[in-house]
Nanobody
Framework: QVQLVESGGGLVQAGGSLRLSCTAS????????GGWFRQAPEKEREFVAALSRSGGHAYYADSVKGRFTMSRDNAENTVYLQMNSLKPEDTAVYYC????????????????????WGQGTQVTVSS
């Protein structure tokens, strides 16, 4: 059983940056591919980024490509999402995910594939 705890959300002006962290407090995160999803009010949860177990392969949604970077530190059992050039449309609750599929980082992650979810952290971007 892996328990994921996110941190780093908050309020930022458009054009600013935030760094989200997700740490596995139980279990070994390096045994899983990592992912980030987000859910805006009255919208479905959507895929944002995926990273392979080693960190060598990453895949991003078109809406964040070039602005967001996902990384991981397996020694710290943590994955990160560096978000730059934030836009008001990035406002959402961001969720960390652990995925068993070995090809994570080569294709988007479907919500149905996620084995463990974090509790979510709010990101609000003001215009």
């Amino acid at each position: 059983q892996v328990q994921l705890v996110e941190s780093g959300g908050g309020l930022v002006q458009a054009g600013g940056s935030l760094r989200l962290s997700c740490t596995a407090s139980r279990g070994t995160f390096s045994s899983y591919g990592g992912g980030w999803f987000r859910q805006a009010p009255e919208k479905e949860r959507e895929f944002v980024a995926a990273l392979s177990r080693s960190g060598g392969h990453a895949y991003y949604a078109d809406s964040v490509k070039g602005r967001f970077t996902m990384s991981r530190d397996n020694a710290e059992n943590t994955v990160y999402l560096q978000m730059n050039s934030l836009k008001p449309e990035d406002t959402a609750v961001y969720y960390c995910a652990a995925v068993l599929r070995t090809t994570v980082g080569l294709t988007p992650i479907r919500s149905s594939e996620v084995t463990f979810w974090g509790q979510g952290t709010q990101v609000t971007v003001s215009s």
